[in-house]
């Protein structure tokens, strides 16, 4: 007879568990994030019928302002109350699986979920998808906390929401997953992806109910790409490249440039986006929004290379006064839609100067969402996948491929960094900024050869207590320390601290600096 207890033992039910918690966390999340989604839809459709109300009678741009005021200050409460529900939520996402942040779930859940709907549905240039991360791992993060699960899986299910919350968003199960791998968790795990991976298929299981088996961005195409004009992917992908570096530049810059406001808090910066989206709305209603109606309106009417520029002008602009106030909304979608201008208007001038047919113009505006997000995210097969699925067709692959590459490969020679880890290491910068009391004086520490600083990473050394590593001077730059920058001889360390032990720090960092390379633990 079968010994059942034997056979039990044997096999193991550990993965087919996480596989079923991953998949509730799924469903979960897809109800909401669907939800989100389909009232910001709806909210956009009423805010264009309000400002076309305003073109007959001039009396509705004060309803307009008045309900653009209440947002405000709505979303200034929300902010004051929960300050991490502000911009995408990603960084936020990334540094709790980092362990380096833990938040309360349901504090940012509800407040991420108003906070978003009003200032996505007014029709500011954000996105929907980081908000949608944000609130799959929020549900992620609930369940497990309900359900009594430890730290590491409190982290697997977290992620498994994450990756739901963009699976709902765009449609794309596999690219969900693949962004948690790639760019949010940076690790493989089978636990992790196969968590996630259910949890991104009940979602987008959800979410087909919501919104019906149509691709999110179905752009239709004449022919496919010829290999003999594969110099064109080449040259896009280099100028998406050059275009990301300065979007990712200028993002990092905006909160600075916000501070320069006079007697303006943080949280009230809102109000500055929120007043000018009236002029957008009112003279541009159609392009409102994160931009999906935009980029499909591509495909049935093809503008003049001069409109094209102007849209794209009119977003680059406002999604990053938009972004940088930092009300709740991502940039992903947004990038997507710059994308999609940058391909369109490299078409058009090609088009013109007869160097590409012009039933080849719809591909190159496909190749450059994938290529302008692969550059400032850094994230090239999240990139792939994810405009494969969006867009529901399989014949891109290789060209897609071609102009992510090129313009993730510009990017890091110019120096760029994952935008969403730049953003998280900021927020971590300003988090421990805060923790500083009293007078902060600043230190800077010179790294000599044969010293044990040298090709020590961040995570590696003992800093003294209340002691932040604000930036790294290497030559003429400043980069920002994460936890695995490795040290080089040479570098100027720019070290932060409370103005009373200022001398004790220096000792204990101008000590440690002296020690020989052999006494390295």
């Not at 690219?175 to 790639?182: H, I, K, P």
């Not at 590696?460 to 040290?487: F, Q, V, Y």
């Amino acid at each position: 007879m079968l010994n059942v207890g034997r056979i039990r033992a044997k096999l193991d039910f550990n993965h087919v568990t996480f596989i079923g918690k991953g998949l509730v966390v799924g469903l979960i999340s897809g109800l909401v994030v669907s939800l989100f989604r389909l009232i910001i839809e709806k909210s956009l459709l009423l805010w264009q019928f309000w400002y076309g109300k305003a073109h007959q009678q001039w009396q509705w741009l004060l309803l307009i302002a008045a309900i653009l005021i209440v947002i405000a200050i709505i979303n200034a409460y929300l902010i004051k109350r929960e300050p991490h529900i502000m911009g995408s939520g990603i960084p936020e996402v990334e540094a709790q699986l980092a362990t380096t942040l833990h938040l309360n779930w349901w504090s940012i859940l509800w407040r991420k979920f108003v906070g978003g709907v009003l200032a996505i549905g007014s029709g500011l240039f954000l996105g929907r998808e980081g908000p949608s991360i944000q609130l799959g791992s929020s549900i992620g993060q609930g369940f497990a906390q309900l359900t009594h699960e430890h730290e590491t899986n409190e982290r697997v299910l977290l992620a498994a929401g994450a990756a739901s919350g963009l699976s709902a968003a765009f449609n794309a199960p596999m690219a969900g997953t693949m962004f948690v791998l790639e760019e949010v968790y940076h690790n493989f795990s089978p636990l992790v992806w196969m968590s996630s991976l259910a949890g991104a298929l009940g979602a987008n299981f959800i979410s087909l109910n919501f919104f019906g088996l149509t691709p999110v961005l179905q752009i239709h195409y004449d022919t496919s790409f010829p290999l003999r004009l594969y110099w064109h992917l080449l040259l896009l992908g280099i100028f998406l490249g050059l275009l990301g570096i300065l979007y990712q530049r200028i993002l990092l810059y905006m909160p600075r440039l916000y501070q320069k406001i006079p007697r303006l808090p943080r949280r009230w910066n809102d109000i500055v986006p929120l007043m000018l989206v009236m002029v957008v709305g009112y003279f541009w209603p159609q392009t409102l929004g994160g931009g999906n109606g935009l980029i499909l309106s591509l495909a049935k009417q093809q503008p003049a290379a001069i409109i094209v520029l102007g849209l794209f002008s009119l977003r680059f602009v406002f999604s990053m006064v938009s972004y940088g106030s930092g009300l709740p909304g991502g940039i992903f979608l947004p990038i997507l839609t710059l994308g999609a201008l940058i391909g369109d208007l490299y078409g058009v001038l090609m088009v013109q100067a007869k160097l590409l047919p012009a039933s080849l113009v719809m591909n190159l505006v496909i190749f450059a969402m994938a290529g302008y997000f692969a550059g400032i995210g850094k994230a090239p097969f999240t990139a792939i996948l994810l405009i494969t699925e969006m867009v529901g067709s399989l014949s891109h692959l290789m060209p897609l491929a071609v102009v992510s590459l090129t313009a993730y490969l510009v990017v890091d020679v110019l120096g760029g960094e994952p935008i969403y880890e730049s953003l998280s290491a900021r927020m971590n910068l300003n988090q421990t900024l805060a923790q500083l009391t009293g007078r902060n004086d600043r230190l800077e520490i010179p790294v000599f050869e044969g010293t044990r600083f040298v090709g020590t990473e961040v995570r590696d050394i003992a800093w003294p207590k209340n002691t932040l590593l604000m930036s790294i001077r290497r030559g003429s730059k400043d980069l920002i320390p994460k936890g695995d920058t490795e040290i080089r001889a040479g570098d100027t360390l720019i070290v932060l601290t409370d103005h009373q032990q200022r001398a004790q720090v220096k000792r204990a960092l101008l000590d440690f600096s002296r020690e020989s390379e052999q006494l390295r633990p």
